[in-house]
């Protein structure tokens, strides 16, 4: 379903590594897993991927932060999708407010996570350039 | 009816597992390493300290590996303790939510650990 998309996943939790690194491999995508926003940047800068998904609370640089980068300093409109362990709408607001594109929640269901990354990487394709 | 929910629930992680007993076993291994020493940070933070970011901040990771491997309530209560960490608030709450994620963690570790050792590679 995921055959071929390169995705980079933005989390401290090993635990939270190992599920969605393991799901995204299953689903048939490449996943790089980074422990900190401020990885995630630099990779950004380097490397192409598809879309991010991206952990809200990091230690050093946080998803926010990290999205507010990769918009305005790198001007890159790479999907970003953020992973949320709540469900809380003001938490949802500012996902879109600090440009990430979707909000998924934990712990992650292989449906949702599919239909969501289809959906932006479709979306990102047909936008005019 | 009420019906009080099990003590350990892994159905998510045997869906996400795609039947392979070396990822559960793995997972497993995961949780029991990084979980308890989180747990005895957030105890120290909220017994020995009044820093609600900090709290925060641990009970915040807890909660996203309590959502993997369920325990009855732990979920909830670090939930819970995270809520009231946000708006700095309600300590003895906090405190009683702590005792009894750390009370169903002990009663649910040997579970745990029978179940990883169920799911242990062989050579």
């Known amino acids: 379903m995921l055959t071929g998309y390169k995705i980079l996943v933005a989390e401290d939790n090993p635990l939270n590594q190992k599920v969605t690194s393991f799901l995204l491999q299953k689903l048939g995508a490449i996943s790089t897993v980074v422990a900190d926003g401020s990885i995630a940047v630099k990779l950004v800068e380097s490397d192409e991927f598809d879309l991010i998904l991206m952990d809200l609370h990091m230690p050093e640089m946080d998803g926010y932060e990290a999205t507010e980068y990769i918009r305005k300093t790198l001007n890159r409109d790479l999907p970003v ?17 600090a440009g990430m594109n979707a909000c998924i929640t934990k712990p992650l269901d292989a449906e949702k996570l599919t239909e969501t990354i289809l959906r932006l990487t479709k979306e990102k394709k047909v936008l005019p350039g | 009816m009420f019906t009080n929910p099990p003590l350990l629930d892994l159905s998510y992680l ?25 747990l005895a940070n957030l105890e120290k933070l909220i ?10 901040k641990q009970a915040h990771t807890l909660k996203s590996s309590a959502s993997i491997i369920r325990i009855r309530n732990v979920f909830d209560d670090i939930t819970r303790i995270d809520m009231l960490s946000r708006s700095k608030t309600g300590k003895e709450e906090i405190i009683a939510r702590l005792d009894n994620v750390i009370f169903n963690f002990n009663k649910a570790l040997p579970l745990i650990q029978a179940e990883r050792g169920r799911n242990r590679p062989h050579p």
């Open chain 1, 81 to 97: 999708v953020a992973l949320s362990a709540t469900s809380f709408e003001e938490e949802k607001q500012r996902c879109l407010d």
């Open chain 2, 47 to 56: 017994r020995e300290t009044d820093d609600f970011d900090a709290i925060h």
């Open chain 2, 14 to 38: 045997f869906e996400i597992s795609f039947g392979d007993p070396q990822y559960v076993y793995d997972v497993l291994s995961l949780f029991v390493e990084t979980f308890p020493p989180g």
